[in-house]
């Protein structure tokens, strides 16, 4: 069935740093994929998405390219800041006749420090 | 816009009580969907309602279902609660889905913390 796998964490960095956090899927089709970031005591937050292969999304630094080649959506952000210290989940989604659901990787913590 | 909106935030009840969450859509959203996140199974797929019916369901037990009424809002309902069923449940809402261009981005509420004692 369709899978979504991302790096384990926590991923450390100090302020500044580069990120990635990667991802991977597996899924029949050509799936629509999500980055969603959840903040600690919250719910989840839309980071970013794209529909089809090669769409780059990206908001408030972030980026992710949907690679249909190596099937990877790969979250990367130039310049982390402490504020971004949160888990993050990649996920597609899976369509069931007339809707969706989304399938979640198991999330990535991230810490960045002053 | 409002965004998502569930009731209550945290709610602690003991096994074998039942327990109602509330889900509030966005404004104009006709789709819900129900999540449950916890620390060993992550997040699950429950069931999503539109236009009052259930379309799909996720691998729960029978205790766990819910509904939607008129306006989109939609409840959750769990039975006979077990220590098992602590957990966050995350409600999200979206428009009508569109399966030509793909329109099928969910947005969450804050989540229910449910702790079963």
């Known amino acids: 069935g369709d899978s979504v796998t991302q790096m384990e964490g926590p991923v450390t960095l100090s302020e500044e740093a580069f990120l990635t956090i990667n991802c991977t899927y597996t899924?029949?089709?050509?799936?629509?994929l999500f980055w969603y970031v959840q903040y600690p005591g919250e719910g989840l937050q839309l980071l970013l998405k794209?529909?089809?292969?090669?769409d780059k999304g990206s908001n408030k630094g972030f980026e992710a390219t949907y690679r249909k080649e190596t099937t990877s959506f790969h979250l990367e952000k130039g310049s982390v800041q402490v504020s971004d210290s949160a888990v993050y989940f990649c996920a597609l989604t899976r369509r069931v006749d007339s809707s969706y659901k989304l399938i979640f990787g198991s999330g990535t913590r991230l810490l960045v420090r002053p | 816009k409002a965004g998502v909106t569930q009731t209550p935030r945290y709610l602690i009840k003991t096994r074998g009580q039942q327990v109602t969450l509330s889900c509030s859509p966005i404004?104009?959203?006709?789709?819900v969907s129900w999540y449950q996140q916890t620390p060993g199974q992550g997040l699950q797929f429950l069931f999503e309602?539109?236009?009052?019916?259930?379309?799909n369901k996720g691998n729960f037990p029978g205790r766990f279902s819910g509904r939607q009424f008129s306006n989109s809002r939609s409840e959750m309902n769990v039975s006979t609660l077990e220590l098992g069923d602590s957990a966050l449940y995350l409600c999200?809402?979206?428009?009508?889905?569109?399966?030509?261009?793909?329109?099928?981005?969910?947005?969450f509420g804050p989540g229910t913390r449910l702790l079963v004692l």
């Open positions: 899924a029949t089709g050509y799936p629509s």
């Open positions: 999200a809402s979206s428009p009508i889905p569109n399966l030509l261009t793909g329109q099928e981005t969910q947005y």
């Open positions: 309602y539109f236009s009052e019916t259930q379309r």
């Open positions: 794209a529909t089809k292969a090669d």
């Open positions: 404004s104009g959203h006709r789709s």
